[in-house]
DNA sequence: TAATCTAACTGGTAGTGACCACACTACCAC
DNA sequence: GTGGTAGTGTGGTCACTACCAGTTAGATTA
């Protein structure tokens, strides 16, 4: 990573100076709970005005990097888990991150007329037909998840097994194939029992407990773009969210 | 609600904007995905510079009520749910959202020598005692969770059984007598069954399925003031998170 | 000694002015 | 029609300046 700001690049001044301070935090240069240099001091430093020099902060102040205190100076956050910051994540990368290995099996990817509660959370016509993806998702092997995927794309967008199989992660197809950026989502989580279609697929008893999870994902317009129920074994999986006021 | 700034006022310009705009959306003056008048309008229509402007439409991105294309415009973000966005919310606060009415029995408040986990996660050392409140949450006068607070207090603070009677917000007290205001929060749900006695005090089945949610709270300058576990009745809550990149 | 004041820091708010990158439209040339 | 192009309006980035508001430590004073 860079150590100085290159003016030439194409790169905003401000995200490169937030990834050089994100660089000496993540490599311990800068202790927890110690003050990094000040604004006036970063502006002689690095030869930048005070405006863009806030303007790093506050990125790495929403991204849980660094607090400010008034009077006082801006200090390195002691955070253990600054990876798995509230952050909207794939269960491909959800997986990787608790260092478990993500694979899945695909049990169908076809075109369906949803549920008319499903085409509102969509904000689509009624008898409008999406694609729906059925997946078992496996953490190292074994069955944690049964995940159906209903998918609001354009007309003349589809999306193949085979890219499914290949890629392995649908957002991340989504992002290159159609330019779609998931952004935002809405999730509830709720307890309920296995079926016994459930409970074969995930390979659990009928009547286990299970953790619902139901999720519409908003692209970078703020239209739907996803509805998504992943169905969790309740003995092998366990969620994590970071919430800031 | 103040339809114009007034320089007088201790609250800063960029708040006080923020308010009027946001004031205008929720009243619906501003239609859903329509535009907000440009910067440089607003410029005009409440002289104010363009960085004041720029940073109550910042906030009230960052809050999720409007969102910006470059080069087209600020625009109206289409939610309906715009009181439960991604938020930190007590108890009290997370049920009155949904309509039901929150209520209490307090079954302790006692000072406590907590387990080593829980003195870990709140960055005491070891042989400290802490506060601990165990409750029964109420929605509707009928149980709905099990709630056990570990509190990492100043020496010299502590909290009554009475204040807790009369107050009703934990977070309420924390605010007004120490002035701590809760600022983030680490959570993890995850699915168990209940035990006889869990069982007993829900009013449920011995066995029946919970969502057992485990969260730590930090003040605003990063510190752990609080761990608490809390057991819901699977039956009867559901866990809403907006989640964003 | 203890309380007070002051100066020199810190981040917070605000204005001005400039230029860039992108989106849209109207117009023109082919 | 089609493709280009210039103009104008939008948000995005950046510099420089000024002053306000907390915090702290050291000097000063009672």
Redesign the interface.
Same mark, same amino acid.
């Given at each position: 990573m860079s150590r100085t700001i290159d003016p030439y690049n194409a790169l905003p001044k401000y995200i490169q100076l937030a990834s050089i301070l994100r660089q000496k935090i993540e490599d311990g240069e800068w202790e927890p =709970?110690s003050p990094i240099p000040s604004e006036r001091q970063l502006e002689v430093l690095y030869n930048i005005s005070r405006t863009t020099i806030r303007e790093a902060i506050d990125h790495l102040m929403?991204q849980?990097y660094i607090?400010r205190?008034h009077g006082r100076g801006t200090f390195v956050?002691?955070?253990k888990?600054q990876k798995t910051l509230?952050?909207?994540t794939s269960f491909s990368e959800d997986l990787i991150k608790r260092g478990i290995q993500p694979g899945q099996i695909i049990r169908s990817l076809t075109s369906v007329l949803p549920p008319v509660k499903i085409l509102q959370k969509l904000e689509l016509a009624p008898g409008t037909h999406v694609l729906c993806i059925e997946r078992i998702r496996l953490g190292d092997n074994t069955p944690i998840g049964l995940q159906t995927s209903y998918l609001a794309l354009a007309e003349n967008q589809t999306i193949t097994s085979e890219e499914m199989e290949s890629s392995g992660s649908l957002y991340r197809i989504l992002q290159e194939k159609f330019n779609i950026?998931?952004?935002?989502?809405?999730? +509830?989580?709720?307890? +309920?029992?296995a079926t016994p279609e459930e409970a074969d697929l995930l390979q659990i008893a009928e009547g286990a407990?299970?953790?619902l999870s139901e999720r519409v994902l908003f692209a970078?317009?703020?239209k739907p773009i996803e509805f998504v129920k992943i169905l969790y074994r309740?003995?092998r999986? =366990?969620?994590?969210?970071?919430? +800031?006021?």
């Open positions: =709970r929403r849980g607090y205190e956050s002691p955070q888990l509230m952050e909207l950026i998931p952004s935002e989502a809405d999730e +509830t989580l709720e307890v +309920t029992l407990p299970l953790l970078q317009n703020r309740g003995d999986y =366990r969620y994590y969210a970071r919430l +800031t006021r």
